[in-house]
T-cell receptor, first 114, second 111 residues
Framework: DTGVSQDPRHKITKRGQNVTFRCDPI?????LYWYRQTLGQGPEFLTY????????KSRLLSDRFSAERPKGSFSTLEIQRTEQGDSAMYLC????????????FGSGTRLTVV | GDSVTQMEGPVTLSEEAFLTINCTYT??????LFWYVQYPGEGLQLLLK?????DKGSNKGFEATYRKETTSFHLEKGSVQVSDSAVYFC??????????FGAGTRLTVKP
């Protein structure tokens, strides 16, 4: 198992453009989480899926953000009409229900909006 | 709401010094507690965890004990190395849902 994979590692975009990030969780994990981390802060929860169902969304997830996990495997996070305040590291994590397992994190996608 | 407060950094120590990074939590239930480490340019890696009161998590010489009476989960290491330089995050998780993280403490160990 290669762990949690995120693509791309870095993304630079112009303000107003749309961006999409992908996360491939550990294959046997049914839960998938998205977090945002800004400089000098800990990760902040955005949303999570159990299989293909999106079960919880943070109020940080504005209408410009949408996440999907159509087949209960990989997930995408799309940001529409990006703003400079969206610049951050976007982290994906996965875990398995029914265990005490901690979330396993990917290396993140660093977004810079110019 | 549920939250974690950890010691502000940065912390700078000499090699072989003793390390303590304080972490306290506020939770309505009985959370699991975690320490994660983030090396430069990398994602978060689980360092250790404890799932109930009085549990001690340990890994790579680091230890933390879940103290329900003081709602704390302080991270300790007896002798730090240069390779321990990183950012350390304390976190809690309730009901197997999202995790709440502290702001992180940057540790620099000098030779």
């Amino acid at each position: 198992d290669t762990g949690v994979s995120q693509d791309p590692r870095h993304k630079i975009t112009k303000r107003g453009q749309n961006v999409t990030f992908r996360c491939d969780p550990i294959s046997e994990h049914n839960r998938l989480y998205w977090y945002r981390q800004t400089l000098g802060q800990g990760p902040e929860f955005l949303t999570y899926f159990q299989n293909e169902a999106q079960l919880e969304k943070s109020r940080l997830l504005s209408d410009r953000f949408s996440a999907e996990r159509p087949k209960g495997s990989f997930s995408t996070l799309e940001i529409q009409r990006t703003e400079q305040g969206d610049s951050a590291m976007y982290l994906c994590a996965s875990s398995q229900t029914g265990t005490d397992m901690a979330n396993t994190f990917g290396s993140g996608t660093r977004l810079t909006v110019v | 709401g549920d939250s974690v407060t950890q010691m502000e950094g940065p912390v700078t120590l000499s090699e072989e010094a003793f390390l303590t990074i304080n972490c306290t939590y506020t939770a309505t239930g009985y959370p699991s507690l975690f320490w994660y480490v983030q090396y430069p340019g990398e994602g978060l890696q689980l360092l250790l965890k404890a799932t109930k009161a009085d549990d001690k998590g340990s890994n790579k010489g680091f230890e933390a004990t879940y103290r329900k009476e003081t709602t704390s989960f302080h991270l300790e290491k007896g002798s730090v190395q240069v390779s321990d330089s990183a950012v350390y995050f304390c976190a809690l998780r309730l009901n197997n849902n999202d995790m709440r993280f502290g702001a992180g403490t940057r540790l620099t160990v000098k030779p």
